[in-house]
């Protein structure tokens, strides 16, 4: 893969990496249609290069995590596995807020289980003072479950996920921060200023929905663009975050090998000035 890396933790990483997400069920709650399937893609990210793989326990539940280790266990040297915890799953689906300091252990554990670990090389916190977006609130007594977890050797780095600036100020008094991860893409940038910021301070951003997600990006300018280029408009909105800034990492996910090859190949893809002008323009959500 012909692109630059970053630090994570205190692992180095390409920055184009894989989101396993869209390999649960629908909604992404339950088993996929066909788990092999599921697990030849995990294997083909791996063999092209991908070493930064994000995940959690609540993505099915279960059931990203032990297709993980169904398909890579015993996992690569290089390859970084990157979790969450924070929420739950309800019965019907429903994403819940799990902060208490025992749901937080148990989730830990739970990860460590599925995964096939005896550490985890990251964990995120994701806030859930609102399921949409961020929200303030104070993280300070979920983070300290998070680091006596780390004081324990269970968990080797933290991060914080869909949180505010506010929180992140917070979140790096109570423990060091290894990536914040929240919701960017080339339509929806509302954390430039915190990029800039984690940037300067070495701290890897991670975007989720780096292509709009459950409602894919849609615009004139971006197939205009992609057009242009012989590219496809989602190669050229990987593209723009790895241009963005060093420290994005970017973790498109797919549960096809068509589109994982499609992904991966934006790693080679340069956007000329012309383009970005004409990124740039766009206007954001």
């Known amino acids: 893969m012909n692109t630059t890396t970053y630090r994570l933790g205190e692992r180095t990483v390409n920055r184009l990496g894989y989101g396993a997400m869209q390999l649960a069920g629908p909604g992404v709650f339950g088993p996929p ?32 995590n032990q297709l993980i280790r169904a398909a890579l266990h015993p996992y690569p040297d290089d390859l970084v596995i990157v979790t969450k915890i924070g929420a739950r799953r309800g019965a019907d689906g429903a994403w ?27 964990v995120n916190l994701r806030a859930m003072f609102d399921t949409h977006g961020p929200a303030e609130g104070s993280l300070e007594e979920p983070l300290t479950v998070l680091a006596e977890l780390r004081e324990q050797g269970l968990v080797r780095h933290v991060g914080i996920s869909n949180v505010t600036p506010r929180q992140v100020e917070e979140a790096r008094r109570i423990v060091p921060v290894a990536c914040v991860q929240n919701h960017y893409n080339l339509v929806h940038r509302a954390d430039d200023t915190l990029i800039d910021t984690l940037a300067a301070a070495g701290i890897a ?17 971006l197939s205009d663009v992609a057009q242009r280029l012989g590219a496809t408009p989602m ?51």
């Open 96 to 122: 819940l807020p799990a902060f208490g300091r025992a749901e937080l252990v148990a989730a830990v554990h739970d990860n460590l289980r599925n995964l096939g670990l005896e550490q985890l090389e990251v």
């Open 205 to 221: 951003y991670v975007p989720f929905f780096p292509l709009g997600g459950f409602s894919p990006l849609q615009s004139t300018t």
């Open 33 to 64: 249609k066909d788990p092999a399937a599921a697990r030849a893609v995990l294997q083909a990210a791996v063999a092209a290069g991908v070493n930064h793989i994000d995940t959690s326990d609540f993505y099915g539940p279960h059931v990203t």
């Open 235 to 285: 190669q050229v909105a990987i593209a723009w975050l790895l241009q963005r800034s060093p420290n994005i990492l970017v973790i498109p996910g797919t549960s096809s090998l068509a589109h994982l090859r499609e992904n991966l190949a934006a790693a080679r893809l340069v956007l000329p000035s012309e383009a970005l002008a004409a990124l740039e323009a766009m206007e954001s959500a």
